[in-house]
């Protein structure tokens, strides 16, 4: 994680920061134009090179040719020709340092295994006359040699780690994640409010109570306009106007200063902080003669000073509405608002006020905060000077940042409490529970920003490439077909098209894809007959909105005796069919396996449908569009249908292709909250110190992606785009499909990607294989993986080394073996969710078809309750073709006697 230093004019010094064992950074006040480091070392400087971790996000693959010689680097005032260090070398400057080994050598120190070296930091180095060839290194690198490597071959260097140790010591201590120095300049003064100046109008501010709020160019006390408020004659409260700022820090004190002027008449006014309640009435405008501009009488400073118990506060002015004349109107007017740390009215300023003062960075000027730098030049000379100066290689020294909000090093208002079952330290501030780390598990659940979590349709075509004899089979995402009337054999698939047997006169056949919760939508039907009618006319029909055989809609396309093809809008009630419109002749001249297109569509209180023939144009124009809104969702499907009288039974309809093309579920799944969900580099040990209360407060500000962000990254219209380790994210697929049409397992998280891999241990998985041959999948199994093992560092394993750290492959043993602790698990019955934490891993025995009866064959995470209260998870299914959070193929819930509610049978904590 970033570990963040903030520099200020009124720091003695920041505290010594520690980075990987003893080696530390301390940075000391500014005296006047120059700046004092001190980078200390002590011990030992031992380099360790780790067997390659799976997948870390700074993992980094060199391809080199012969020998590689990393360059060394140090200070210009040290080791000037300080140049190369393959270990046991010969330069000179090099064999001042005098390493202790002169190859790598293997440790294996409790589950580490891995290469290392060890060298001793250099010292001032006299010569003769006693003068110093070489002052001590503030810092020092090493290099690394990869000798005899072939052409084209490659080797990873991955999770190196410098040191301290003490003399003697027997090796490494464990692997800790790189670290990165970013340090945020903190401004002379800052202005929380945005809009100050209202040089935006009334962007950000809102009227309160009776009141009317507007911009006002005529009158205004700096830039060109103000912002004007009416409270009407006879308000019954008070009224005024109130505005939110954010970024605060919990358990400090602000003062909001603004400037008014008031028309004749207007009632006394109050500046207030918190829920519009008045506060404080010490600077109303009857009391306020003392606050008169010196450059303008006609405007008053009103100011309230507030402790906030949360990041984010509102504030607002209100004419008093006891103080008002019963018969007049009461106006005021607003400008120059500034809410600022601290209990003093000071001048106010905004981003524009000249030099030094800035704009928020990220923001949009006279709409976000205000920043002044008193000496800014010359402070970030220094400050840069200071990084460069005295941050050791291998941490990054990122560019200083200004006019950003400087992040708390360590809060001092926090409290702890210990909870049993799991064993639990509860973190809380001012404003509540802040976080919970659990004993044994990496996994930290902290209180961020709301957010919400959704999911909407996904579009799908079934081309039926696939063979059944009982069934129509599932689609790739769009959920399973569902046949009612005849029996399975009725429909079936070739392996090129759906078959729907006509073997009744006067009887349909109803196949439809299971999801009901569909309203509106776009898509198409390809179909066609095998014979031409006689006897009486054959239908088929793309149906929508429907619920059962006896209520739904359908655009259906009949073909005649004579060979003319008519398209018809009907609709089914109880049973009943109504013509929406005209069946209306579209074709001509009908023949065996000729096919044809319908589209239907839904769109708000609309339906529509057209027919084409293949080969020709789709029309620009709907056939039918009718206002009707009798069924509100329901599934899409195909309906075939021979008329009595018929003569040419059984005829088959034949379906090429079924296709939605844009769809949306009435009711999505929603999960809204404010948990986010952080990994440790360690297991947690029960103990809290300084560290760990830096990244918890670090955490609290930090809205990167987290564990649950990283698990939406995947679902139904994600968009591609690249994780922390610079390979791809996006939608995934559950896996290629299989003969039947089922999606096949054992896509893993780097078939996802792509490409092949080799585990720590040596294992060796390749890609393509068995088959697996479509990147793109990933299982559900792989899923997990992917969040937790690629993208957020935790180590992976493939079919040996269960220690309780890596991540197995599949779910029977990553519930078995993988990292973290059990919260809850049962044999037989789903658990209590007592204990159940957003991003705790879930255990199914869902598969009846296991040969291993109450094996755990399914697993996702835990996403938090939805707007309907549910506890609701996301998992990487069959039916969904991939990770979802909806229910289809099943309600992704934790309550109820859902497929996956009763099959739940063990609850992780990574």
């Known amino acids: 994680m970033p570990l963040n230093i903030t520099f200020g004019n009124d720091e003695e010094w920041v505290p010594v920061i520690p980075f990987s064992g003893d080696i530390q950074v301390r940075v000391y006040k500014v005296f006047g134009p120059e700046l004092d480091g001190e980078f200390i070392v002590g011990g030992d400087l031992a380099v360790i090179v780790p067997r390659p971790k799976p997948l870390h996000p700074l993992a980094g693959v060199f391809t080199v040719q012969g020998d590689l010689k990393a360059g060394v680097k140090a200070p210009a005032a040290a080791f000037k020709d300080f140049v190369h260090y393959p270990f046991g070398g010969v330069d000179p ?49 090493v290099g690394f040699k990869f000798a005899g490597m072939n052409y084209n071959k490659h080797q990873i260097l991955d999770a190196v780690q410098l040191e301290t140790v003490r003399l003697g010591a027997a090796g490494p201590s464990a692997y800790q994640n790189a670290r990165e120095v970013q340090a945020v300049i903190r401004p002379t003064r800052l202005n929380y409010a945005a809009n100050p100046n209202m040089e935006s109008g009334i962007t950000g501010y809102n009227q309160v109570a009776s009141a009317s709020i507007a911009a006002d160019s005529s009158f205004f006390w700096k830039g060109t306009q103000s912002l004007k408020v009416t409270v009407p004659a006879g308000a019954t409260a008070d009224s005024g106007v109130t505005f939110r700022v954010s970024g605060m820090i919990p358990g400090r004190t602000y003062t909001m200063s603004a400037k008014v002027s008031v028309a004749i008449g207007c009632g006394d006014i109050t500046p207030w902080s918190g829920t519009g309640t008045v506060q404080v009435r010490n600077t109303q405008w009857t009391q306020a003669a003392n606050s008169l501009d010196p450059d303008d009488p006609r405007w008053r400073t009103l100011h ?9 506060v509102s504030l607002g002015l209100n004419v008093l509405h006891g103080t008002m004349t019963p018969s007049t109107a009461s106006m005021f007017w607003v400008d120059g608002v500034l809410v600022e740390e601290g209990e003093t009215v000071r001048d106010y300023f905004d981003g524009s006020t000249g030099d030094g003062y800035l704009w928020e960075a990220t923001g949009v000027p006279n709409l976000t905060r205000s920043y002044f730098y008193e000496n800014r030049v010359e402070r970030s000379f220094l400050v840069q000077t200071l990084l460069t100066e005295n941050v050791p290689l291998g941490i990054t020294a990122s560019a200083p940042q200004y006019a950003v909000l400087p992040e708390v090093t360590i809060a001092s208002n926090l409290t702890y409490q210990s909870l049993s079952n799991p064993n639990q330290l509860v973190v809380s501030d001012a404003a509540g529970q802040l976080a919970v780390l659990t004993v044994g598990s990496k996994t930290v659940t902290m209180r961020g920003p709301q957010r919400t979590f959704t999911e909407q349709k996904r579009t799908f075509v079934d081309d039926f490439t696939r063979t059944l004899s009982n069934g129509l089979g599932m689609t790739a995402g769009g959920g399973t077909w569902l046949s009612l009337l005849g029996t399975d054999a009725n429909f079936s698939v070739n392996g090129s098209q759906g078959v729907v047997l006509l073997d009744t006169a006067n009887t349909g056949r109803y196949a439809s894809i299971n999801d009901a919760d569909l309203a509106d939508f776009s898509g198409t039907t390809t179909l066609t ?141 929603v999960v809204t909250h404010n948990s986010w969900v952080r990994t440790l580099d360690t297991p947690f040990d029960g103990t809290w110190n300084d560290d760990l209360a830096m990244r918890i407060t670090a955490w609290a500000q930090d809205t990167s992606d987290d564990a649950l962000a990283y698990a939406m990254k995947f679902i139904t219209g994600a968009p591609v785009g690249t994780g922390p380790d610079g390979w791809q994210v996006g939608q995934a697929s559950y896996g ?50 992917t969040v937790y093992g690629r993208l957020l560092g935790l180590p992976m394993t493939f079919s040996n080394n269960y220690d309780g750290l890596n991540i197995p492959r599949q779910s029977r043993d990553m519930g078995a073996s993988g990292p973290g602790i059990v919260v809850r698990s049962s044999t037989g019955s789903a658990p209590s969710l007592s204990g159940l934490q957003i991003g705790d891993v879930l255990f199914f025995d869902a598969d009846s078809g296991e040969a291993t009866s109450g094996q755990l064959d399914h697993c996702g995470i835990y996403l938090g309750l939805d707007s309907l209260g549910n506890p609701r998870f996301i998992s990487s299914r069959k039916t969904a073709n991939g990770p979802t959070m909806s229910d289809l193929g099943g309600n992704s819930l934790l309550n109820g006697t859902g497929t996956y509610a009763t099959a739940l049978r063990m609850i992780r904590r990574f």
């Open 736 to 785: 290629p499909p299989s003969t039947d049409g089922t999606r096949i397992e054992f896509s893993d998280w780097n078939d996802y990607l792509g490409f092949g891999w080799t585990y720590p241990d040596g294992e060796v998985r390749t890609f393509p294989h068995g088959l697996i041959t479509t990147s793109g999948g990933m299982d559900c199994s792989g899923f997990v993986r």
């Open 529 to 669: 007959f095998d014979k031409v009618p006689a006897g009486a006319s054959t239908s088929a029909s793309m149906m929508f909105g429907y619920l059962d055989s006896n209520n739904h809609y359908r655009a259906r396309l009949n073909i005649t005796t004579t060979g003319d093809i008519q398209l018809a809008l009907e609709k089914t009630v109880a049973g009943t069919t109504t013509n929406l419109a005209t069946t209306t002749t579209i074709g001509t001249g009908f023949a065996a396996n000729q096919l044809w297109h319908i589209r239907a569509s839904r769109s708000g209180g609309n339906i529509m449908c057209r027919a084409w023939k293949d080969g020709t144009t789709e029309p620009g124009t709907w056939a039918f569009s009718v206002a009707e809104s009798t069924f509100a969702t329901g599934r899409i499907g195909v309906r075939g249908f021979a008329a009595t009288g018929s003569t040419v039974l059984p005829t088959k309809v034949l379906l090429e292709q079924v296709t939605l093309d844009s769809g949306v579920w009435a009711h999505p799944p």
């Open 93 to 141: 400057a090099m064999a001042m340092i005098g390493p202790t080994s002169g190859a790598l050598t293997s440790a294996a120190a409790g589950s580490y295994n891995r290469q290392y070296g060890i060298f001793t930091a250099p010292a001032d180095y006299p010569v003769s006359g006693g003068n110093l060839a070489w002052k001590r290194a503030a810092y020092a690198s």
């Open 304 to 312: 309230v000073t507030f402790t906030t118990a949360s990041s984010s």
